[in-house]
């Protein structure tokens, strides 16, 4: 299980949290709501973060321009930046992208070579997901797979079976039948089952391929299963 940081400062408690602890690990890096706090200083942290042997990913960083809680020049910056340091650190970026396809499409296309890219709760339209599929990026999802008013089944059908995943991006989105409670971990059982469902495959397959891609994207799971 991945504890998923949108601070430094959660970073830094999560480290605490998942030491020790086998089958969690964690991220570090700046939401895009955080993105206005992004400066050289953040970068420094991060890069000291990423040396705990608890990170296995940067992240969560990206855009959001539903809310805008930072500024757009600066969630791009604090982007970039981060997606560079990822690929300094050779280890991936989960990416959070919302109501900001365009320009998540081109950055997108600029992170090919650098590092490993999770489209994770991916909701985004055909701009992101062909950009992703052209950079071999991963696709997670989430509850939101589950809802009626889901609209992305075609994606999860198209993705390749070696670049899914499943989440449940708690303690938000919880899937059908626990809507209105607060997500648990535990649910990404019905977020696998409703995978299944949109590609027309077994739950039992689906389980195993999302476990076998996580363990491949998250190289250090494996390492940290072997330290438990």
């Not at 030491?19 to 890096?29: I, P």
């Not at 959001?64 to 991936?92: N, V």
């Not at 599929?133 to 999860?156: D, E, L, P, V």
Request: charge should be neutral; glycine fraction near 6%.
């Amino acid at each position: 299980m991945v504890v998923v940081a949108s601070s430094l400062d959660d970073a830094s408690r999560i480290v605490d949290l998942v030491r020790g602890r086998g089958q969690l690990a964690a991220t570090a890096g700046v939401h895009p709501h955080e993105a206005r706090h992004w400066s050289a200083a953040s970068a420094r942290v991060l890069r000291d973060l990423l040396d705990r042997p608890e990170i296995v990913a940067v992240g969560e960083t990206g855009l959001d321009y539903h809310y805008d809680h930072s500024d757009r020049e600066s969630q791009r910056a604090a982007f970039a930046e981060q997606l560079a340091i990822a690929g300094e650190a050779g280890k991936p970026v989960v990416v959070h992208a919302r109501e900001a396809d365009q320009d998540m499409a081109r950055a997108l296309a600029d992170a090919a070579a650098r590092t490993p890219v999770i489209l994770h709760s991916f909701s985004s339209g055909p701009a992101v997901f062909e950009a992703g599929m052209a950079i071999g990026a991963y696709f997670s999802f989430s509850g939101m797979i589950t809802f009626k008013n889901w609209q992305h089944r075609a994606s999860a059908a198209a993705c390749p079976s070696d670049r899914l995943l499943v989440e449940t991006d708690s303690p938000y989105l919880a899937p059908v039948p626990h809507r209105g409670r607060r997500n648990e971990p535990a649910f990404v059982r019905e977020v696998t089952e409703a995978l299944a469902r949109a590609r027309g495959q077994s739950f039992a397959d689906v389980a195993r391929l999302t476990t076998e891609n996580a363990h491949r994207v998250f190289a250090a799971l494996t390492r940290a299963g072997d330290r438990a």
